[in-house]
């Protein structure tokens, strides 16, 4: 057997490995890891991740779709674009969290009990987001969504401080009340669809309802109402407002890692979801307009409303935190202007902000653990104490404010010029006001804290290797991102496109 | 399975299926009204098991009378997980956790029924929209509109009750009224999807149970007005 069909061989059974192996790491962690290869087992688990995902990449660029386990699994271009933007992130986060979270250990703020349950719901986080996005049912989607809540209630609550408890109980309600509309959309869905299916069985598989000769056949009323309880639910795991009230405090309080991969991959899980359901409105000429006026109502809604705590914020985590629902804001705004060009923005928007969303993040937990306070006033002459660690927080904040040639520009530009070259110049306006606001937000607490001079009593030392070659690597993308797109990047970003559109 | 009516060779008159599942569901939308009316948890409790078994007589009515096999065993799980076991927990959590002072609701009850009688109403007019398309239910449409007005009033619940517990018992009942359009409308979701339903919401009340605990530790209290650390 040569190796080319030893990677066919793997590449068949793609997705059914890529979601195996963090459920396994997972387990390894938890039962019989020690405290040392416990970060060993999860790097290596998210590494052949990461591995399966690009196979699964492959063959999707290849095949247009791939699918397993007789189409319970299923993946098309938008499917491994996600998979492709979680596992990348997943590896990163977990590199940076060995270093982290063992640090965090030595000081005495988590003990051995909570290091293990860390490493193990990590994994199972990473499990949940990955088969949200390749489930083939509609409602297997909404199981794995919610278990995403699940997996990171403990994670986001995993110090006893009263503000971590606070905020990981907030998370945990709100998430599962508002994912309950969500399963009530679901179910109207449902509904529909067993009058649209000749033998009245109804099905709740995506390859079964995106179908167009079935897609029409769906009951346009229902589907408006069905849609409006999806977007309330998954909107507010995706942190849409007004129903993101959980957002800043469960991504500020959560530990670094945890953060970056909340805000960076799970945000876009969530809006994952909403993009299928949005698809199927789009295939009937009565909703079309209709789900993608939602989508700009509250996108622009939540840019509207986060812009204005970005200002006034004293807490760098919370900064970060509102910055994602105003970037969670543009993408849905993109979507809904629902033109090619805004929608390619808007897709490449979730990568370039999952990427610089995690610099950022991980930027502020060096900060943390070395000053530790959340405080932007207390944090002065970052460059002075750690140089490296410091300017690549710097560059995080710059790229997640859409500065030139970072590749959160570009896709901001994208999304904008679509704006004002469909003749939507109230809407395209009122963003770039918004988005401009924010960036001077951003310049002024970012510079405040990195520049100046240093301190008395931080003991200047650059932090450890784990933790700034991830974020090195994350510069790296999001610069070349804004300069240059790959051509297998640009060609799984057109086949997510037609996903979300109807041809 | 040869449980349902026409497999022994039964036939009854389509009405008293159809009556039995509106009496049970209607038992529910009381449940749900007296949750706002009363500010004992220990009450809730019970109120909420009750909800839970007339929740599986509807599913038992609806695998018998129409012959949807496959809800029996959601009928079944319902029983067990949500009438059983998941009451005992809550029974154990109260025992353990210290006895609080009563805390007033951000709204006082006469209110707040006032608002859940709008709230019924609203479920009404969601209903009447969408029975406008013309589409048939498996079951008459007062069920739709009672497992609307649950959820309603589970949420009213969540929003006007600073305890953590009444939040819990909210979102459990606010599930159950989800399940109730879920059997009425659809006739049941498909096999996969009702388990993982019920595997996360049991998941969902173990967490939500472990951080009652975690509030206790921390806070002293598990009435709610006192988490305000956080702030925009």
Known sequence: ?503 | MPFCSTDLGLTFDPQIGERLIDLFAAFMLVCSLLFLATERRRLHVRLYAFQSLSLAIVAFSVAFFQCERHIFIAAILTLILKVIIIPIVMERILHRLIPQQTVKPAINIPASLLIAGGLVLAADLLTQSILATGHQFALAQNVLTISIAVMLLALLTMVTRKKALTQVIGFLSMENGLFLAGITITAGMPMIVELGVFFDVLVAFFIMGVFLYRISETFDTINLERLTKLKH
């Not at chain 1, 937990?365 to 140089?387: C, D, S």
């Not at chain 1, 790229?399 to 395209?428: D, H, K, M, N, Q």
């Not at chain 1, 607490?445 to 650059?462: D, I, K, T, Y």
């Not at chain 1, 994350?474 to 559109?501: E, M, S």
């Open chain 1, 1 to 503: 057997m040569g190796i080319e069909s030893i990677i066919h061989f793997i590449q068949d059974d793609a997705i059914l490995l890529m979601l195996l192996t963090p459920l396994l790491a997972g387990i390894f962690c938890a039962w019989i890891g020690t405290r040392r290869e416990m970060g060993a087992i999860s790097v290596t688990g998210s590494m052949i991740t990461l591995l399966f995902g690009l196979l699964l990449v492959d063959k999707v660029l290849a095949n247009g779709s791939a699918s397993a386990l007789n189409n319970f699994l299923y993946a098309d271009g938008l499917s491994a674009y996600l998979v492709l933007i979680i596992s990348v992130i997943g590896l990163l986060a977990n590199i940076y969290s060995v270093s982290y979270i063992h640090e965090e250990y030595a000081q005495g703020t988590i003990d051995a009990g909570r290091l293990r349950l860390y490493h193990f719901l990590l994994n199972l986080f990473l499990f949940t987001m990955l088969s949200a996005v390749v489930a083939n049912n509609l409602g297997v989607l909404w199981v794995m969504v919610e278990g995403t809540t699940l997996a990171s209630a403990f994670l986001v609550g995993l110090y006893d401080r009263e503000e971590s408890v606070e905020a990981a109980w907030k998370y945990l309600i709100l998430g599962s009340v508002g994912i309950t509309f969500a399963l009530f959309g679901t179910i109207l869905v449902y509904f529909s669809a067993q009058s649209a299916f000749q033998n009245g069985a109804g099905s709740l598989n995506w390859t079964d309802l995106s179908n167009p000769a079935i897609a029409h056949l769906l009951d346009p009323s229902i589907l408006k109402l069905a849609f409006i309880f999806l977007l309330v639910g998954y909107g507010t795991k995706a942190g849409l407002a007004p129903m993101h009230t959980w957002l800043p405090d469960a991504h500020s309080h959560a530990p670094t890692p945890i953060s970056a991969l909340l805000s960076g991959v799970l945000i876009n899980a969530a809006m994952y979801g909403i993009l299928r359901y949005h698809h199927l409105l789009l295939a009937s000429p009565v909703t079309a307009g209709f789900s993608a006026n939602l989508l700009l109502i509250f996108g622009l809604l939540s840019i509207g409303i986060a812009t204005p705590f970005i200002l006034v914020q004293k807490d760098y985590k919370r900064l970060f935190a509102y910055s994602s629902i105003k970037h969670m804001g543009l993408i849905a705004v993109g979507i809904g202007l629902g033109t090619p060009l805004s929608q390619f923005g808007s897709l490449l928007h979730v990568l370039n902000h999952a990427l610089s969303k995690a610099l950022a993040f991980m930027g502020a937990g060096n900060i943390l653990l070395k000053y530790h306070t959340r405080e932007i006033f207390r944090v002065v002459g970052a460059a002075k104490i750690m140089p490296f660690a410091a300017i690549f927080f710097f560059l995080g904040t710059l790229a997640i404010s859409g500065v030139p040639p970072f590749g959160t520009f570009l896709s901001e530009f994208l999304i904008l010029a679509a704006g004002f070259s469909a003749g939507r110049y109230w809407i395209s306006g009122f963003v770039l006001l918004f988005l401009a606001i924010a960036f001077a937000g951003f310049i002024i607490h970012a510079s405040r804290m990195v520049f100046g001079s240093a301190p008395e009593g931080v003991v200047p030392e650059e932090a450890p290797a784990m933790r700034l070659w991830p974020m090195a690597l994350l510069v790296f993308l999001v610069l070349l991102l804004g300069l240059y797109i790959p051509n297998p990047l640009h060609t799984l970003l057109q086949q997510a496109i037609a996903a979300v559109n109807v041809p």
